[in-house]
């Protein structure tokens, strides 16, 4: 009986021996389900909600043209980078006015379209900031004609050199692409406005809103034809952001926006006032600080 039991209990022992090495060879990670787990894990998309320095590339909307004064910049009512207490700009929301002040950097450029993003994203790059904001597109549809609008191919091969030359200086660098504006609504918004149409005499979007009393068949198709622009740009700017795991658009949300008088420059009736700089400060901020990116 002794001999017998001595042999169970070596049996017991192999066994356990052997239920232990499994469990160690699980806890290391040594299975390759386990491996495979750990591989996904270190590849899987990370945003940083709270990021701690802000440049801002893009045209006109990104300078606050025509929120203060008649055809000039005024940066510190910028949504990505103002100072101006009453837009609450992205950089203040996330950095503090003191934080804003000191690490945030506004780049764009009034009339800049998307093939000037390039120069602007390596400007942006120099300051090694952790995330950029990027709204551009609107100017390559507000040409002087439908027909010298910016092709859809070519406003694609434009973001993604943009990007590219981000990504080549800083691989870590977060992006938030904002969508363009709904250039139609804001035509409706402005054309009963005797003042505001002066100004877009001066050259303000012409392919949207030159001739803004013109209601006939002809101008309806032209408008008609720089929305469906907006609208393709707009695919582009979600398909090529897709694709970079460090970056979120805002899932149309500016282009859904129905901007109001109260939310368009009294100037021209085009780009955002005060109010309206404040309401994309408030996109961008939802956007960047969600837990998932926008759909």
């Not at 290391?28 to 320095?53: D, L």
């Not at 934080?99 to 090694?128: K, V």
């Not at 970079?244 to 939310?263: E, I, P």
């Amino acid at each position: 009986m002794r001999k017998r039991s001595h042999r169970a209990r070596a049996a017991l022992a192999v066994a356990a021996a052997a239920v232990l090495g499994l469990a160690g060879c699980d806890a290391a990670g040594g299975s390759p389900a386990a491996e495979g787990t750990k591989a996904r894990a270190v590849r899987a998309p990370v945003w940083n909600r709270s990021p701690a320095s802000i440049a801002a590339v893009g045209d006109s909307i990104t300078r606050g043209f025509d929120a203060c004064t008649v055809l000039s910049d005024c940066p510190e009512v910028s949504w990505a980078t103002g100072s101006d207490a009453r837009v609450d700009s992205l950089a203040v929301r996330l950095l503090g006015a003191a934080g804003a002040a000191t690490h945030s950097w506004n780049y764009a450029m009034t009339g800049a379209r998307m093939a000037d993003l390039t120069r602007q994203m390596r400007e942006a790059a120099a300051r090694d900031p952790e995330l950029v904001t990027v709204m551009a597109g609107a100017n390559d549809a507000c040409r002087s004609s439908p027909r010298a609008m910016t092709s859809v191919a070519g406003f694609r091969a434009d973001f993604e050199e943009a990007l590219r030359a981000l990504r080549a200086a800083r691989p870590a660098t977060q992006v938030y692409v904002a969508s363009v504006p709904n250039l139609k609504r804001l035509w409706e918004q402005g054309r009963d406005d005797p003042l505001g149409k002066e100004v877009w005499k001066l050259g303000i979007c012409p392919s949207m809103l030159g001739d803004a009393d013109d209601l006939g068949e002809s101008a309806a198709r032209r408008r008609d034809r720089v929305q469906e622009r907006v609208v393709a740009y707009n695919k582009v700017l979600k398909e090529v952001c897709a694709r970079d795991r460090r970056c979120r658009f805002d899932g149309n949300a500016v282009y859904d926006y129905r901007f109001g008088t109260d939310q368009l420059s009294h100037w021209d009736w085009f780009h955002p006032s005060r109010d309206g700089q404040a309401r994309l400060a408030a996109i961008a901020y939802r956007t960047v600080t969600a837990p998932d990116p926008a759909s």
